[in-house]
């Protein structure tokens, strides 16, 4: 079974640009998690979907983050303009449903720099 | 405001030592207590998990204790090993909901031979 993908692995932009990360979950997982760590911090939640819902954007740091999940399958983060401040590495996850039951998969993550 | 508190930082232990973790939360209403194991260029996995209605629980050479009335928790690697080097993060949720993780901030585990 293939694990949560992630593109790209690493990403360096330069302030003001637009980067847009995507993740693939695994087929079936209808529920998709966005997080962010950023230099050393703990992991944060971002967002979260069920199958092309937003269920919970409360993580989102702002309007210059946009998450889609059309069709209910892969997801992208956009962020525009970056800032250097958007700078870490961000993880995606999926789980089958959505409760504490359910094991939470994360992708290996986008490293983000913003110069 | 940090919810999940986690120590140390980084930790160096020898090999066949115990590794400790240790871990404090403020929000009474979480309800699952998972920790997190990540090796590099790796996601964070799933490692063991558990919930305030028992005090530890143990998986192989890992064992989360458990301290409700404290509000903290611990991970215990026993006869750590150089395999074992990774970061771990402790975290906590609610259940009944989703998978909205408040995680700590991650030790470094390094094991030395």
Redesign the interface.
């Known amino acids: 079974e293939a694990g ?1 993908t992630q593109f790209p692995s690493h990403s360096v932009i330069e302030k003001g640009q637009t980067v847009t990360l995507r993740c693939d979950p695994i087929s079936g997982h209808d ?1 998709l ?1 966005w ?1 962010r760590r950023v230099m ?6 971002l967002l ?1 979907f ?1 199958k092309e819902s937003k ?2 954007e409360s993580g989102m740091p702002n309007n210059r983050f946009l998450a889609e999940r059309t069709g209910g399958t892969y997801s992208t983060l956009k962020v525009q303009p970056a800032e250097l401040e958007d700078s870490g590495v961000y ?1 995606c ?1 999926s ?1 089958r449903q ?12 986008t490293q983000l720099s913003v110069l | 405001q ?1 919810q ?1 508190k ?1 120590s140390p930082q980084s930790l160096i232990v020898q090999k066949g030592g115990i590794s400790i973790i240790n871990c404090a939360y403020e929000n009474t209403a979480f309800d ?1 207590f ?1 920790w ?1 194991q990540q090796f590099p ?6 490692l063991i ?1 558990i919930r305030p209605d028992v005090s530890e629980k143990k998986e192989g050479r890992f064992t989360i204790s458990f301290n409700k009335s404290a509000k903290q928790f611990s991970l215990h690697i026993m006869d750590s090993q150089p395999g074992d080097s990774a970061t771990y ?1 402790c975290a906590a ?1 609610i ?12 030790t470094k585990l390094q094991v030395i031979p």
Do not use: C, M, R
């Open positions: 949560v529920n998690y997080y050393g911090k703990e992991i944060k939640f979260h069920v269920q919970d993880f996850a789980s959505g409760g504490t039951n359910e094991k939470l998969f994360f992708g290996s993550g | 940090q999940v986690q699952y998972p997190y260029g790796k996601g964070p996995a799933l998990a993060f949720s259940e009944g909901g989703y998978q909205k993780v408040t995680f700590g901030t991650g």
